[in-house]
């Protein structure tokens, strides 16, 4: 773990008596199934008004730490605090304080945009006059105030999104909590689902906590972001200071046409290399202190080599270097061995 979680969301030390009160404390917490640990002895803080990330793969323990922190699975040991209530102690008064999306989308399809969010507002005793104001409100701050009336089966899948997190507001909350929020949407619909997320937050005084696995998210939307890896918290700290944790200052990806074997080898000699991840297909990620210098390295070896360039591109360190740096392997490895285990054959065909 990195910084210290007292800090303030954009990397400094807070000043004496400014210090924003917790929001959510999270002290130890251990959930296990049997002989499987699911979260594994997890502390952090988040500020009230910060927006928290939780990043990592899917199974790595995001969706049971937001399920223990909204009440909905009892942790096996540890103490996690909302608005400064118990989990364990007082669920009711935290489950009045808090809003929840989950991962999959549970809007009634039958029923319309409005009516919807009106009998979500009913379940939490919002009173009348002040359900019209709110629904009238959440439409507009999600731009669906001219689907109100429609039907929600007939709503697209970005469309429903924000659906959702209009009826996780609906009762004021003071802490919101998104889990996976953008899964499943095309590029457009999650920049407008990042974008609404932003317009929400400048209306409303509220915390948000959100988990995904999408690094440009996390690097977009959250101040500071916690790296969640097999149930464990292996880096916490602002996305700059932990592409800054990580060494090199650039990643140049690079495809070859037939390298040989050690390729990778000779990719390590180059001056100011601190890292060389081989992708597959001749593809090659080489993170460097000096992208300019590292590349025209990488240009003159692969002619005096023969091998042919494909194509190269040099950018600054990213999240997703960082997630290689704290766990040794790429975020999006792990996702797409994930969807290959879970996606259904069809008849006839072996795996």
């Given at each position: 773990?990195?910084?210290?979680?007292?800090?303030?969301?954009n990397g400094g030390a807070s000043a004496p008596g400014l210090e924003r009160p917790y929001a959510i404390e999270v002290d130890h917490?251990?959930?296990k199934y049997?002989?499987?640990?699911?979260?594994?002895?997890?502390?952090?803080?988040?500020?009230d008004g910060e927006i928290?990330?939780?990043?990592?793969?899917?199974?790595?323990?995001?969706?049971t730490l937001i399920r223990m922190m909204t009440t909905l699975i009892p942790l096996t040991s540890g103490i996690a605090r909302i608005a400064g209530h118990d989990v364990a102690k007082d669920p009711d008064a935290v489950r009045r304080t808090i809003g929840v999306i989950p991962q999959a989308l549970t809007s009634d399809l039958d029923l319309t945009v409005e009516e919807n969010l009106n009998i979500y507002a009913k379940l939490y005793d919002v009173p009348a006059k002040e359900r019209k104001r709110s629904i009238d409100e959440l439409l507009g701050l999600v731009d669906l105030t001219k689907w109100r009336d429609a039907q929600t089966k007939t709503l697209s899948g970005g469309m429903r999104r924000?659906?959702?997190?209009?009826?996780?507001?609906?009762?004021?909350?003071?802490?919101?909590?998104?889990?996976?929020?953008?899964?499943?949407?095309?590029?457009?619909?999650?920049?407008?689902?990042?974008?609404?997320?932003?317009?929400?937050?400048?209306?409303?005084?509220?915390?948000?906590?959100?988990?995904?696995?999408?690094?440009?998210?996390?690097?977009?939307l959250c101040e500071r972001i916690a790296i969640v890896d097999h149930g464990k918290l292996v880096a916490l700290d602002t996305p700059m200071a932990l592409k800054a944790s990580v060494p090199g200052s650039n990643v140049i990806e690079a495809q070859f046409e037939n390298p040989p074997d050690d390729w990778e080898q000779r990719l390590h000699t180059l001056d100011d290399v601190t890292s060389v991840q081989h992708e597959g297909a001749g593809m090659y990620r080489v993170l460097t202190g000096s992208g300019s210098r590292t590349t025209t390295e990488l240009v003159g070896m692969a002619v005096e080599a023969g091998v042919a360039v494909k194509s190269l591109s040099v950018q600054n360190t990213t999240l997703d270097d960082v997630f290689v740096h704290y766990t040794g392997r790429q975020l999006r490895d792990e996702l797409q061995k994930a969807y290959a285990f879970t996606m259904p054959q069809r008849p006839g065909l072996q795996p």
């Open positions: 773990m990195m910084a210290d979680l007292d800090t303030k969301p917490i251990v959930k049997g002989d499987f640990t699911a979260v594994d002895d997890v502390s952090f803080n988040v500020r928290f990330g939780l990043l990592g793969p899917n199974g790595a323990g995001k969706s924000r659906l959702e997190i209009a009826r996780g507001l609906v009762h004021h909350p003071k802490i919101f909590f998104l889990d996976e929020p953008t899964t499943g949407l095309d590029p457009v619909s999650r920049v407008a689902v990042w974008e609404m997320l932003g317009n929400i937050m400048s209306q409303r005084q509220l915390t948000i906590l959100i988990t995904t696995h999408y690094m440009d998210e996390a690097d977009r």
